[in-house]
């Protein structure tokens, strides 16, 4: 139990809808990062937020935006859904002082149809 | 920009054996820090081992250890003593250090199966 929650566990939407992801950091970490796992691959990093400001991103594109909330939970919002968006998404936390891990939760897995 | 290889799609190992997964990098940033997760089938990535670019000692914990060989870039996961329950995939990952507020560039992960 790495103290990350994210929901929903499952999520199944249609081509062009637009979908919200939740995310609950580990108590006491301040930093989000939010990660996209096709079927058979490794992940790849979507975006960062430190303190509620946005920290660094990956190459996706600004149809994948994001927040932070004042207690560190985040969100993940993609607009215009594509079926290359079928993926395993992944929220993990970390502490900026914390000099080891990335701690995940255990995902939230999105069909688009 | 970083790069994680793992040359191993699948692995087998019998039961109560060793067995190396691994895994080579490729970064320009001069401290960086090297993990291997563990992920089950229910997708959940689970934290085994990190070991810090300038550690003069490799990692371990518990039955897991890293083999970090700098000059070859190379950071292999050591499994003692199989069990069944370590069938899953096995990612590498880095990330250029302060590693807790910078992402984590994974590889393509090794799927390994313990058989009894």
């Known amino acids: 139990e790495t103290g990350v929650t994210q929901s929903p566990t499952h999520l199944i939407k249609t081509r062009g809808q637009q979908v919200?992801?939740?995310?609950?950091?580990?108590?006491?970490?301040?930093t989000v990062?939010?990660?996209?796992q096709a079927l058979g691959q490794g992940?790849?990093?979507?975006?960062q937020y430190y303190r509620e400001?946005?920290?660094g991103r990956g190459n996706f594109p600004p149809r994948f935006s994001g927040l932070q909330f004042p207690n560190y939970s985040s969100e993940l919002n993609v607009n215009a859904l594509e079926l290359d968006d079928s993926a395993l998404y992944l929220c993990a936390s970390s502490s900026d002082y914390q000099e080891d891990t990335q701690y995940f939760g255990p995902g939230t897995r999105l069909t688009v149809l | 920009a970083q790069?994680?290889?793992q040359t191993q799609p699948g692995m087998f190992v019998q039961e109560?054996?060793?067995v190396t997964?691994?895994?080579t990098y490729d970064t320009s940033d001069p401290s960086y820090g090297l993990f291997w997760y563990k992920q089950p089938s229910s997708g959940e990535m689970i934290f085994l081992i990190y070991q810090?670019?300038?550690?003069?000692?490799?990692?371990?914990?518990?039955?897991?250890s890293l083999n970090f060989q700098k000059a070859r870039k190379s950071a292999n996961l050591v499994i003692s003593a199989s069990q069944l329950g370590d069938s899953a995939m096995y990612f590498c990952a880095m990330s250029p250090r302060p590693t807790g507020r910078r992402a984590l560039t994974f590889g393509s992960g090794t799927r390994l199966q313990v058989q009894p």
């Open chain 1, 20 to 30: 919200t992801l939740r995310c609950s950091s580990q108590s006491g970490h301040n």
């Open chain 1, 33 to 36: 990062s939010w990660y996209q």
């Open chain 1, 43 to 47: 992940p790849q990093f979507i975006f």
């Open chain 1, 53 to 55: 400001e946005e920290n």
């Open chain 2, 3 to 5: 790069k994680i290889t």
């Open chain 2, 16 to 18: 109560k054996e060793a």
């Open chain 2, 21 to 23: 997964l691994d895994c």
């Open chain 2, 52 to 64: 810090g670019s300038y550690d003069q000692q490799n990692a371990t914990e518990g039955r897991y």
